[in-house]
Nanobody, 124 residues
């Protein structure tokens, strides 16, 4: 049973913008802190941004601070708005849920559910 479904990836020129969405089941979304991770070719998966269950607190990796915005709504969806995209942002982006937790984690292994990923490619 698919629990998290990402969408919104694609090809964009450097300096452009994309907005990723992650639709979650209500059971997971209402009980979980959420995160966005990315994995570039040949590299390890890394955290990009995270948000608490109530949406009040957020975290951003240094590489995306000031360019990306994570948010969540009351329709079981978490978003990642990405501006000023650069070629180094090219990666598969994954949505993840930290089950039963108010607070996010920056550690990949703390997340219980993962989406299938969506490709983001930024051309120079």
């Amino acid at each position: 049973q698919v629990q998290l479904v990402e969408s919104g990836g694609g090809l964009v020129q450097a300096g452009g913008s994309l907005k990723l969405s992650c639709a979650a089941s209500e059971r997971i979304f209402s009980t979980s802190a959420m995160g966005w991770f990315r994995q570039a070719l040949g590299k390890e998966r890394e955290i990009v941004a995270a948000i608490t269950r109530n949406g009040v607190m957020t975290y951003y990796a240094d590489a995306v601070q000031g360019r990306f915005t994570i948010s969540r709504d009351n329709r079981n969806t978490v978003y990642l708005e990405m501006n000023s995209l650069q070629p180094e942002d090219t990666a598969v982006y994954y949505c993840a849920a930290k089950r039963g937790s108010r607070y996010y984690s920056t550690r990949l292994n703390d997340y219980d559910y993962w989406g299938q990923g969506t490709q983001v490619t930024v051309s120079s």
